[in-house]
């Protein structure tokens, strides 16, 4: 089973900038989509970016547009989720996710459509 290793979490400050990466575990894995989740204490999980990986489509959470922005290094089979102006309410575990490449559907909000899951990276904004 592939597994994807998302990283580059960390504590910063409001305002400032992280940028989170994902790449698979094997180097020959395919997906239709990747993006990223996240979880903030005591509430569910949400859709956060995806990216389509055949042509770069993206799609964003309102909450996030115009500061967030997802992209991918084909060539690393790596996807980025670059996060400037950071604000407390970001504050979350950041997952990230891959879709089945028979998966063809866009975009791609659900939980549920989402096959591959990293092990979440912690992003903390302190005010």
């Known amino acids: 089973q592939v597994q994807l290793v998302d990283s580059g979490g960390g504590l910063v400050h409001t305002g400032d900038s992280l940028r989170l990466s994902c790449a698979p575990s094997?180097?020959?894995?395919?997906?239709?989509?990747m993006g990223w989740f996240r979880q903030a204490p005591g509430k569910e999980r949400e859709f956060v970016a995806a990216?389509?990986?055949?042509?770069?489509?993206?799609n964003y959470a309102e909450s996030v547009k115009g500061r967030f922005t997802i992209s991918r290094d084909n060539a690393k089979n790596t996807v980025f989720l670059q996060m400037n102006s950071l604000q407390p309410e970001d504050t979350a575990v950041y997952y990230c996710?891959?879709?089945?490449?028979?998966?063809?559907?866009?975009?791609?909000?659900?939980?549920?459509?989402?096959?591959?899951w990293g092990q979440g990276t912690q992003v903390t904004v302190s005010s």
């Open positions: 996710v891959a879709s089945d490449y028979r998966y063809t559907i866009w975009p791609i909000i659900a939980e549920a459509s989402y096959k591959y």
């Open positions: 094997e180097p020959t894995f395919r997906s239709h989509a």
């Open positions: 990216i389509r990986v055949r042509d770069g489509l993206t």
